[in-house]
């Protein structure tokens, strides 16, 4: 699943699509193969505090995004 993510982002920065989509069209384009079951909304509200760590200029930020995003489960 991972590697099918990369491999979206890298498409999609190649395309240059990146210029044309907002951080979380970006970050959803790269995920709805992968996880099928998501809506479309859900996958966009999951993606928020992404794409927007994503704008900050320290990848401090973006890890810690996304290691709050992440549920804790057993």
């Known amino acids: 699943m991972i590697a099918h993510i990369s491999d ?13 989509l907002s951080m979380i069209d970006q970050v ?3 995920v709805r193969e992968v996880l ?4 479309e909304a859900d996958l966009r509200v999951m993606s928020r505090p992404l794409a927007s760590a994503m704008r900050g200029n320290s990848s401090e930020e973006f890890v810690e995004a996304t290691i709050q995003s992440v549920r ?3």
């Open 36 to 39: 099928t079951t998501v809506g």
């Open 28 to 30: 959803v384009s790269c």
């Open 8 to 20: 979206k982002a890298q498409q999609l920065v190649r395309s240059e699509q990146t210029n044309c």
């Open 72 to 74: 804790m489960a057993p």
